[in-house]
């Protein structure tokens, strides 16, 4: 996973809407670098579980948090031990660099 480290030493930069979404065999090469996440359609997402909610909780702050450094925001679902994280880069309708910059942060995050 040496090159998903690469990922979390980047910062996001803003996407302008005339900028065109990553062509699919770069999405292909950037999604084999992060662990678990799945492409469907424009969006990226992996589920992360939990022994309860206050963990649950803890993440998804930790996740804010790194959401506002970043200005680049998931969606996300949050149940009692589990989150469901989402990105996709809505300026271009599709993905960017940036959603999987993201998610290798958001996959920091969750290790112990």
């Excluded at 996407?15 to 999604?31: A, F, K, R, T």
């Excluded at 679902?77 to 994280?85: A, E, R």
Aim: aromatic share 10%; hydrophobic share 35%.
């Amino acid at each position: 996973m040496e090159q998903a480290c690469d990922l979390t030493s980047k910062q996001c930069k803003p996407c302008e809407g005339g900028m065109p979404p990553l062509p699919q065999p770069e999405v292909d090469n950037l999604i084999k670098q992060l662990e678990g996440w799945q492409q469907y359609g424009n969006l990226i997402g992996k589920a992360y579980h939990f022994k309860n909610y206050y963990q649950t909780i803890a993440f998804v702050n930790a996740i804010a948090w790194m959401a506002h450094r970043e200005d680049h925001h998931p969606n996300l679902t949050v149940t009692y031990n589990s989150c469901q994280v989402e990105y996709t880069t809505h300026a271009i309708h599709g993905l960017s660099e940036n959603d999987f910059i993201c998610a290798a942060k958001v996959d920091a995050l969750f290790k112990p």
